[in-house]
């Protein structure tokens, strides 16, 4: 299956990385944002071929492909507007990083001719923008399909050929509740941890002082609020779970500390470490 | 003042990088290690100009500057065997990770001939021993001096030098007291954080899906066990502490995501992102 062409929705960090990449492999790339600043410097910066403001029935009518990179939300509420504006045949995808709160809601609303096949790219960065767009954020990352009844051979395979394109090392086929689950302990659990971790204490006359752990664990607390804010609460049930089951380890392990009990502490950091070497990426880790 | 020659007590990372730095700087590095082999590798390796297994006075007293290069118990049993092997008007150094439970039990048994500079190097890496040494770890590094009321301008000077030659980059003096509390909140909770997270479920089958969040949270897991429980129970009354403040701090942003007070859940990821902003590195993070 060669792809020619694509239309990209919301050229943000992750839609601009996607433009990136499509373009660097010769497939023309169009696209749709709200601001005309974006498409401009997309355009002028060969990012895109062309884009438009306003998604109209004659644009969308281009395109096969249509990949959606926007928050969750607002992906919905373009659906909702503009999915008459989508042609029979359609194949539409998007970067989401929750799925069961959306994808159903999404198939809901789409014709049965358009079939959306739901993929997240487990890549990105602490800043915001078209112009931090950078396809090599996907080399070696993962990504995720969430396949539903509704989706065909064709459009699993395509989500693989555009992974395939970006770059992305592994390609995983999940049900949405365990993507949800999955990125409510690897992912959204870890930036409530650094989050607090910041937020405890006022810790900024320490700066000087600091070893690179601190550093390491609170790198992505620089967080895009309205983005995370929306992604915790879409996905509240599996975060909340998975917080209180880190609060009851944690807690555990303070009072081996408070107890001395030297034999459980070394038991814990062994287990931990046995377990980290999984974690290691084959290069840059 | 012009450091010429120095003697490194223990050849692990730490030890070793320290070597590789002084040696870069045509500074005449021997070595104390109780293992033969460590010796060997770094004599053949240009790393040290030459060394020993056995701390005898004839050897010691070729130095005016001893770095201790051990874990914080091996440091005090060493100096408890050889304090009378060192000579009058010896410059000594650590590199220990905790001072209050250390530094004064050491200078009570030094003869006040004896000056213990206690520093702290805040570098390392989750390998260990003289292979793995690396005189870059400390480059744009912090480095601390904990002063005591028996240190002279002229060992704090000193201190300065040694941290000037392996191009740390922040000289800071800070108290013992400071030191450990500090390091409890900078060092030691984001170790503990990442211990846990490893620890609280096997997620190994995980691995496939991650980004990169998880894994910057979790590298610091690939934990030296015994190191890390000596200095976890040396400082447990302020590691406890933080540990604690956290905690409660966690379960408060866990309350905010479970009622969707999301203009509470906004506040804090701003305070947080603000508050990180000060500890970027200049070059590299």
Redesign the interface.
Known sequence: MKIEKVLIVGLGLIGGSYAKGFTKNNIKVYAIDRDKKTIDYAIENNIIIDGITEPSKEYLENFDIIIFALYPKTFLEFIEKYKSNIKSGTKIFDVSGIKKSLVPRINELLDNSIEFIPTHP???REVYGIENADENIFIN??Y?ITKTEKNTKNGIELAKEIAKILKFK?I?I?SLDEHDE?IA???Q????????????????H??????????????????N??M??EL??LN?EH??KE?????????E??DM??S?N?QK??E??????D?????N?EIG?
Chains 1, 2 share one sequence.
């Open positions: 487990m890549a990105g990352a993962n995720i592994n995983s999940l999955m302990f690897l992912s659990l870890t930036h409530c941890i650094a989050i607090t971790l910041m937020a405890c204490k006022d810790s900024t320490l700066a000087e002082y600091t070893g690179d752990s601190f550093r390491d664990l609170t790198r992505i607390a620089n967080i609020k309205d995370w804010t915790f609460l509240k975060l909340v917080m209180n089951n880190f609060i009851t380890k944690f807690i392990f303070k500390i408070e001395e030297i502490i070394k814990i950091m062994q287990i931990s470490k377990r980290r070497i999984h974690f990426k880790d």
